[in-house]
């Protein structure tokens, strides 16, 4: 009974992906002797972020679970939330009580960097594997059950700096962050990587100021003759990193300024959003992000149109990175696995290209995934990769 009416709901709802991860757990259930897995998402307010990550998560559990498991044995997740996934006593509060579940044997999440420090040490302490779809902090590597499918913040910091030196040829940049755990590690990554090649920040502004007055802020950086804008702002002020883009966008405009250019766009995977086109329009076009993953890449498309097929619509580089980490403790599945035999097939195992989102990938010693990530820019209203 309870199967039939879940059945209806999924197919009430196509987009909804925490109703597929019931119906699916309740197929485990009812057959028994099943795989359990849990997936930590913030749910209270960044919904968005959690039905992304739930996508792809439900998708590998879906196509699992459809081949009939590992031999007869399906999979059963568990979805936990850890608030609005900037609280640490929180992110740690749920992995405590995640891990009394004997029969866990591997956790994706958690979204922040912040909630995933905060909870390591309780996987740790019980030696679980844990794999964040979208955790970037460089910090985290330390840990030894620590594993992401996205590329670290110096791995994106140092390929936005590159370009930005190598490509585009800057020299003088000034920088737009906010105080998260992210904006802050990816700042250091880039300014490291841009003063090494040569370059230089000239200013660095908080996009956090209450006061903040975007056309002062770009005149000012116009004026200590930066050439471009790095935008680096977490979720909760992309809108504010946006204003500076459009205040960019009215002086380059301008009767006064028109002889004289405005700032380049750089920016983080933040920015990579229909949002940012929506909101910002013709003021950011050009802009230049470094992303983990891009939809229309030819690498990408097979699962793109699959992924969208199954949700009705285009998915984002965290689901593609969710469904990645699901995939990689479900390809370490054997029919005698524990939290340990799964932890040690991790660090050894390589993934190809009919097991992901589109790009084969292993880990490396410290749990990152060897991969590139990539650049994209708005041209004509929309995202294209950078040759």
């Known amino acids: 009974m309870l199967l039939n009416y879940l059945n209806k709901a999924v197919e009430a709802d196509r987009t909804d992906p925490e109703v597929l991860v019931y119906y699916n757990n309740a197929l485990a259930r009812d057959k028994g002797n099943y795989f359990t897995l849990a997936v930590v998402v913030p749910a209270d307010n960044n919904t968005n972020f959690a039905q992304e990550i739930l996508r792809g998560v439900a998708q590998?559990?879906?196509?699992?679970?459809?081949?009939?498991?590992?031999?007869?044995?399906?999979?059963?997740?568990?979805?936990?939330?850890?608030?609005?996934?900037?609280?640490?006593?929180?992110?740690?509060?749920?992995?405590?009580?995640?891990?009394?579940?004997?029969?866990?044997?591997?956790?994706?999440?958690?979204?922040?960097?912040?909630?995933?420090?905060?909870?390591?040490?309780?996987?740790?302490?019980?030696?679980?594997?844990?794999?964040?779809?979208?955790?970037?902090?460089?910090?985290?590597?330390?840990?030894?059950?620590?594993?992401?499918?996205?590329?670290?913040?110096?791995?994106?910091?140092?390929?936005?700096?590159?370009?930005?030196?190598?490509?585009?040829?800057?020299?003088?940049?000034?920088?737009?962050?906010?105080?998260?755990?992210?904006?802050?590690?990816?700042?250091?990554?880039?300014?490291?990587?841009?003063?090494?090649?040569?370059?230089?920040?000239?200013?660095?502004?908080?996009?956090?100021?209450?006061?903040?007055?975007?056309?002062?802020?770009?005149?000012?950086?116009?004026?200590?003759?930066?050439?471009?804008?790095?935008?680096?702002?977490?979720?909760?002020?992309?809108?504010?990193?946006?204003?500076?883009?459009?205040?960019?966008?009215?002086?380059?405009?301008?009767?006064?300024?028109?002889?004289?250019?405005?700032?380049?766009?750089?920016?983080?995977?933040?920015?990579?959003?229909?949002?940012?086109?929506?909101?910002?329009?013709?003021?950011?076009?050009?802009?230049?992000?470094?992303v983990p993953w891009f939809r229309d890449a030819a690498q990408a498309k097979q699962y793109s149109q699959k992924a969208k097929k199954l949700w009705k619509s285009d998915v984002t580089w965290r689901t593609a990175s969710s469904y990645d980490a699901t995939q990689a403790l479900l390809q370490d599945l054997s029919t005698d696995s524990n939290r340990t035999t799964i932890l040690t097939s991790l660090e050894n195992a390589k993934f190809s290209v009919n097991q992901t989102s589109g790009y084969p990938f292993k880990f490396s010693s410290e749990g990152e995934r060897e991969t590139e990530p990539i650049l994209v820019q708005i041209k004509g209203g929309k995202f294209v990769a950078v040759p």
Not at 108 to 132: C, D, F, M, Q, R
Not at 209 to 230: G, M, P
Not at 239 to 254: E, F, G, Y
């Open 60 to 290: 590998a559990q879906q196509e699992f679970n459809n081949k009939d498991g590992l031999n007869g044995r399906l999979l059963s997740i568990i979805i936990a939330n850890d608030g609005n996934g900037k609280e640490p006593e929180k992110a740690k509060q749920v992995a405590a009580e995640l891990v009394k579940t004997n029969s866990l044997l591997g956790v994706i999440g958690h979204n922040y960097s912040e909630a995933t420090k905060a909870a390591l040490t309780e996987y740790e302490n019980v030696g679980i594997s844990v794999i964040s779809p979208t955790s970037s902090n460089t910090l985290l590597h330390k840990s030894n059950v620590f594993f992401r499918t996205v590329p670290s913040d110096a791995a994106m910091g140092e390929k936005l700096a590159k370009y930005a030196i190598n490509n585009l040829n800057l020299t003088r940049v000034v920088i737009f962050k906010s105080t998260s755990f992210f904006s802050e590690s990816m700042t250091q990554e880039f300014q490291n990587n841009f003063e090494e090649l040569g370059g230089k920040i000239v200013r660095q502004v908080d996009l956090t100021e209450r006061t903040l007055n975007a056309q002062k802020e770009v005149k000012l950086s116009l004026a200590n003759q930066a050439q471009a804008a790095i935008l680096i702002p977490d979720r909760q002020y992309t809108d504010v990193a946006l204003d500076i883009a459009k205040a960019n966008n009215n002086i380059i405009n301008s009767s006064k300024n028109r002889k004289k250019p405005g700032l380049k766009l750089l920016g983080a995977n933040t920015l990579y959003s229909d949002e940012t086109l929506s909101k910002a329009g013709k003021a950011v076009e050009g802009l230049i992000a470094v």
